[in-house]
Each structure stands twice: as structure tokens, then as C-alpha cells.
């Protein structure tokens, strides 16, 4: 009875060892693989980066329900910055850095020189990167007056970055029904 006992408890004991094995292969590829245990462990992660896109999301797909399709960037954030810029796909790390002005460690994290999904807004405030935000393009889509590197898609001169007072956009619906911002007609 007690040999029988002890196979059991043993037998339970490695089936349990190996369940939990497999969770953690099964959890450790899938979230490496979505990046942000990487992002995390290598200090790319920002926690913040959820409210920042909810609460710009949230006034984009508002103005685009009424009449006035243009918004001030500062009023859609409610954090203090100074400048606002727009890298669009297929920028180097390299470039963003030359852009900003400063060393950004954290412009390596996105791999955005070889991805075509996202735009990356990033928010500066004395000289110092305080947000940024990975902006899905299929949401909405930025990349118009976004920084480019490439000349030949670039058609004319757009900003490096924009201040509380040239940071106002107008919302305009594509043919997919996916938004698109553009720089207000004015700015």
C-alpha cells in the first residue's frame, strides 16, 4: 500500500513538473514572440504606451464624428511635452536619433527601418524623450507628415517635429475607412 502510495505522489509529481514546463514554453515563446518580454527585459517596454494610445484614439475617432475634423494635439495628451514627432515607416534608429537631437536608446527597440505597420510618435519635453507610442497605421495612419528618410517618398518639406502651436490636425476618411491625419491646412 505505501509503495503504491509513493508511485503516485511520484507520478503526480512529474506530470505536474511537466505541465508546468510545458506552460512555460508554451507562455515564454508566445510572449517573446509578440516582443514584449523582450521589450521588457531590455528596458523597451512602456507601461504608459496604452492610456497614451486610448486617450488619442479616443479624440480621433470623436472628431471624426463631427462636423470640426480638427484637433490640438495637446489637448489629446495629459502629459506636458515641447515637441512632437512622427517617424514613419522604414526610419533607422540612426535617423530618429539624428532627428531628435540627443541619444534615445530605446530608438532601436522598434525595428521600424524594416516595418511598414506602425508610426512612431514620440513626445519630448526639455531635451529628454517622456512618451512614446507605436501607433498602428491600420488604425490610424500618420505617416503622411511623418519624418522619412527615403527621397523618393518624400514629396516635400515637412517639419522634424511639431510644438503645442503647430500641432494641430485635421482627421480625414479613406477609402478603406480607416482615418488618416493630416497637418491642418492652416499650420
Known amino acids: 500500500m505505501a509503495i503504491n502510495k509513493a508511485r503516485y505522489l511520484l507520478y503526480i509529481n512529474k506530470s ?6 510545458l506552460i512555460f514554453i508554451f507562455f ?6 509578440c516582443g514584449y518580454i523582450n521589450k521588457l527585459f531590455s528596458g523597451c517596454a512602456n507601461p504608459s504606451q496604452t492610456s497614451v494610445y486610448k486617450d ?3 479624440t480621433i475617432r470623436s472628431k471624426n464624428f463631427t ?15 515641447d515637441k512632437f514627432y512622427v517617424f514613419a515607416p522604414y526610419t533607422t534608429s540612426e535617423d530618429i536619433q539624428r532627428t531628435l537631437g540627443f541619444n534615445w536608446s530605446q530608438s532601436n527597440c522598434f525595428d521600424l527601418s524594416s516595418r511598414d505597420d506602425i508610426n512612431l510618435l ?5 531635451g529628454k524623450v517622456i512618451q ?6 491600420g488604425d490610424v495612419d500618420f505617416a ?23 500641432a494641430v490636425f485635421y482627421i480625414e476618411k ?14
Open 122 to 126: 514620440v513626445f519630448v519635453k526639455d
Open 56 to 58: 488619442l484614439s479616443k
Open 28 to 33: 515564454s515563446s508566445s510572449l517573446s514572440g
Open 16 to 21: 505536474s513538473q511537466l505541465i508546468l514546463l
Open 132 to 137: 512614446f507610442l507605436e501607433y498602428p497605421r
Open 67 to 81: 462636423k470640426e475634423k480638427t484637433f490640438r494635439l495637446n489637448e489629446a495628451t495629459s502629459f506636458a511635452w
Open 174 to 187: 479613406v477609402v478603406n475607412g480607416g482615418l488618416v491625419v493630416k497637418l491642418a491646412k492652416n499650420q
Open 144 to 166: 503622411e507628415f511623418g519624418v522619412r528618410f527615403e527621397p523618393r517618398l518624400t514629396k516635400q518639406k515637412r517639419p522634424d517635429y511639431f510644438s503645442h502651436a503647430t
